[in-house]
């Protein structure tokens, strides 16, 4: 069950990040909505359901972009992972940590994306074309990971049926 409210909240970051397009006009840049789902599930559930997680946003993804099928969902899948290894033990409680790594993981994404892209031989701007527009997206998607990660939070809590003592 986990896992279908996940698909459902890849689909609709999918569609989100696909109608916003290459970049917003104002920022020059976009938020990646599927990293951002993908970093928040990662940091709740571990490694393990966050590369499960970050290969089916990569599928999402691939399908309705058009970057080379499997790209994406390598990258999101390996993002996934390396952000679970901690889990929540080392993000409850920590703000500087959680906010960094979503900026922080969002050049590393970018960057290997551009990598990969140019070793399928794709012509790309150069590299710092391609961080002009990651740095903002870093900032964007470190800003709605707060947001994310308290709304995945509270679906996983209604799913399991756990309550938390409020002060």
Do not use: K
Not at 102 to 129: N, S, V
């Amino acid at each position: 069950m986990r896992f279908l409210v996940a698909a459902g909240l890849l689909l609709i970051a999918a569609v989100l990040q696909s109608i916003v397009g290459p970049s917003l006009p104002l920022v020059r840049g976009r938020p990646d909505f599927a990293l951002v789902v993908v970093l928040a599930w990662a940091m709740l559930r571990g490694s393990t359901e966050g590369a499960i997680v970050g290969f089916l946003g990569g599928i999402l993804i691939d399908s309705v972009e058009y970057t080379p099928f499997g790209v994406h969902s390598a990258l999101l899948g390996v993002a996934g992972y390396l952000v679970g290894l901690p889990e929540v033990n080392v993000y409850r409680g920590n703000l500087p940590y959680f906010v960094g790594t979503a900026a922080l993981a969002t050049p590393a994404y970018h960057t290997l994306m551009f990598l990969l892209l140019q070793a399928r031989g794709l012509g790309l701007p150069p590299l710092l074309e391609t961080y002009a527009i990651a740095l903002p997206a870093a900032i964007l998607n470190a800003l709605l990971l707060v947001p994310t990660f308290m709304i995945c939070r509270r679906l996983l809590r209604a799913l399991s049926g756990w309550t938390q003592l409020r002060l």
